[in-house]
């Protein structure tokens, strides 16, 4: 879910479907537009897929950005731009991977007649990038190959990154993802909520308490020096990882077997690519995953941290990542996959005391329910960090096939 770094307002969807039509035709398309159709379940940008009349034409991705969130949304697009073709251009680089398809990246479609890769209607800021053909995303993980290979995503695209300098990204987020700021957020909008207490509320009110001091782990490590800022994703969770549908895992001599996942070909969502700590990715990637019921599930009390899905894709990952990675990057990884899941349900406990000003919800309680869920994945893990501990540090001390 793209993010940002103090709740603020969902603009409402748009209109007609002819309208979407209209602005869609307001880009660099290779054909005329066929239709245009919801796409994904987004909780902050409204996003469409749009297919072309023909045959064989490609399909592209028209979204508004919320700009209530993105408030700066040409910086937005700024970085998305010098991501892509900093991508590329390692990709042409570097020789294939035996045994993995190649690795995709979205193309930013100009504006028709513009000099700008957007167009603005009213206050609606619109974008449009191509579609990642023959792929699929998965809301939870399949199985233990399938967290390899979203590893191998996040990994990959650490890895494609890692040499782009940090200062030439804007920070188009600021706040986003330093804890001790939702934290302070938090505490003003607990001081003014009318919200009605409940058991459940009152449960996640005492489980921030206990934990006050987790919020600046990362934080002080970066100010001492331990951690450095690096362009990072933002929001790796699963379903941004693309998987090539039937893909076969091979050993570069023609041989392969089918997987259930397939193979991981693109990493998409970019909006919140900026400077920030890689440890933000690792975090929230193991946090999203490794939660077999799912960010949205009702049965918080049955969520668990699988520890077994975690040392699957911390395998994947450090077989693209371990090359830029420092000791220090290392001793930090156990306490990003602990912090992140507390500092997003500490958000959607906010949002819910603020009464719902942020992330879109479907029903009285959802951004309660979501923290709940996520204090419970904490939990989980804080009983087994010995456990992640064991497993990274192995990890680290194991050359792990890419």
Known sequence: MSESAAPTAQEAPMGAVSDLVTIAEGFALPAPVAAVEPLGRGNVNDTYLVSLRGEDQPRFVLQRLNTRVFRRPELVMGNISAVVRHVERRLAEEPPQPGRLPWRVPQVVPARGGSTPWLVRGEAFWRTLSFIEDSRSHETITDLEHAREIGYGLGRFHSLISDLPASELADTLEGFHITPGYLAEYRRVLA??????????????????????????????????????????????????????????????????????????ALVDLDTVKPGLVHYDIGDCLRSACNRLGEETRDWPEV??????????????????????????????????????????????????????????????????????????????????????AIVERLRATEVAP
Do not use: W
């Open 304 to 389: 668990q941290f699988d520890l077994e899905l975690a040392e699957a894709l911390l395998e994947g990952y450090l077989g693209q990542a371990r090359a830029f990675l420092t000791p220090d990057d290392f001793a930090h990884i156990p306490e990003a996959i602990r912090l992140i899941p507390f500092e997003l349900g500490l958000r959607f406990l906010t949002d819910h005391l603020a009464g719902n000003v942020y992330f879109k919800v479907s029903h009285p309680g959802h951004n309660l329910e979501r923290a709940l869920v996520q204090f419970q994945l904490t939990r989980s893990i804080e009983a087994q960090l010995p456990a992640i501990r």
């Open 192 to 265: 003014e909520s009318t919200v009605s207490p409940s058991a459940e509320t009152e449960h996640c009110l005492a489980f921030v308490q206990q934990r006050q001091d987790l919020a600046s782990v990362l934080e002080q490590a970066r100010t001492a020096g331990r951690l450095q800022l690096r362009p990072i994703h933002g929001d790796p969770k699963i379903n941004n990882l693309l998987m090539a549908s039937g893909s076969v895992i091979g050993d570069g001599e023609g041989r392969g077997s089918q997987t259930g996942c397939g193979q991981a070909i």
